[in-house]
Nanobody, 120 residues
Framework: QVQLVESGGGLVQAGGSLRLSCAAP????????MGWYRQAPGKQRELVAT???????NYADSVKGRFTLSRDNAKNTVYMQMNSLKPEDTAVYYC??????????????WGQGTQVTVSS
């Protein structure tokens, strides 16, 4: 059973930091991009940041300069360092793998979600 394992969410005061982790199973060894979406109450799920298999990163305008993605290829894990957090960052963050090739099929995968709450 293939799934993404997320961790690192929590409650933090405005201006604080959190580090999210997303680990993919070894069977997902080839994919287009990996990163996070988030969904706040009453809002649509939105893309936050992604890193491609080649190492290039993309960030939503709202988090540029504050969030940073990194990867550990040996562990099949992506990290998102979130600094200078704002109350509007409060959401459930979902790890995502886009365009994975597993058993010859192109597939997307999602994590279970981790809650990030930023108090003012």
């Amino acid at each position: 059973q293939v799934q993404l394992v997320e961790s690192g969410g929590g409650l933090v005061q405005a201006g604080g930091s959190l580090r999210l982790s997303c680990a993919a199973p070894a069977s997902i060894f080839r994919f287009e991009a990996m990163g996070w979406y988030r969904q706040a109450p009453g809002k649509q799920r939105e893309l936050v940041a992604t890193i491609t298999s080649g190492g290039g990163t993309n960030y939503a305008d709202s988090v540029k300069g504050r969030f940073t993605l990194s990867r550990d290829n040996a562990k099949n894990t992506v990290y998102m360092q979130m600094n200078s957090l704002k109350p509007e960052d409060t959401a459930v963050y979902y790890c995502n793998v886009r365009g994975a090739i597993v058993s010859g099929w192109r597939r997307d995968y999602w994590g279970q979600g981790t809650q990030v709450t930023v108090s003012s």
